[in-house]
């Protein structure tokens, strides 16, 4: 039997979880699995986003962006007097037009993903900063009643962030194992010009995926916002995007694309979730923490590289 990266990775956290199960007083309960599981649900569902644009040869460093800034106008928008659902399809819109932004920049224009990501998210954070809110942590108000439950509600005692994390796994699972599109996304992510030969339409399909990494994005973002009862914006300038990719390299999908899925997803988050847990129970600074998930990504990195490597042919094929 062949080791997988994804095997490999649930070996560790199989272990970890153990460990931390027997060593740390206070782990193993119940209520602290649901917090944990509660913790890492945003950065589960972001994990999604970015695994749609990693399977397709791409990467997204404009996720927290669309994180913070449409979910936060949602809140702005109701603060200032608009409706609830008026605010919530303004930021869909901006979700998708600035994700279609980013597909057009990197499909037709064919600037390489990381530069477009990375200065598209600098300008939406920009704005939202500068232009759209009136403080760095934008306010719950009373025309937001109600929505509090997607954050903080649960259901037969199950709180609803880990449902929505649930939900959105089996979607994005049925959309790249069940659909059209899910086979173009990982032809693309295999072979680009091949894809392309074979009158796979290669430019819309980017552009798609990362639509629905914003609109998927967005969506984390209203999870948070009704978890904590505001939007942090300034979570822009955290280490959150690096957590992202923790997520999906750790998770097993390999960076050369066409690789993976959401298993590898709910794994790498599984193995950030207990890892992250564990130091905060052992009272870890947060500069530590920083140190030891740096670590753990460059492993990641170089592991993915000899477990995905990239052969001749794939290297010339739009790195990112």
Known sequence: MRLTQQTIVFGIFAVMFA????????????????????NVAVLGILGLAMALVVIGRGIDISLVATLAVPPGLVLQMVQDGHG?????LTALLLS?????????????????????????????AGLG???????????????????DFLGQGNVLGVPMP????????????????????????????????????????????????YVLAALIGCFAGLVLAASVSSMPTRIFNSTLIYDVILVVVLGGIGLSGGRGGVMNVVIGTLLIGTMLNGMTIMDMSYSAQNLVKGVVLLAAVIADSFLNPRNEETAQQGDI
């Open 19 to 38: 460990a931390f199960a027997l060593l740390l007083p206070g782990f193993a309960t119940t209520q602290n699995i649901f917090t944990l599981l509660q």
């Open 84 to 88: 609830l659902p008026f605010s919530i």
């Open 96 to 124: 998708l037009g600035f994700g279609a932004v980013n597909g057009w920049l990197i499909a037709y224009a064919e600037v390489p993903s990381l530069f477009t990501t990375l200065a598209s998210g600098l300008l939406l």
């Open 162 to 209: 880990i449902l929505l994390f649930a939900a959105a796994c089996a979607l994005v699972a049925f959309l790249l194992r069940r659909t059209r599109i899910g086979a173009y996304i990982y032809a693309i992510g295999d072979n680009p010009f091949g894809a392309r030969v074979t009158g796979i339409p290669t430019r819309p399909v980017i552009v798609l995926q």
């Open 129 to 147: 900063q500068a232009v759209l809110f009136k403080l760095d942590v934008v306010q719950w108000s009373a025309g937001m009643d109600g929505f």
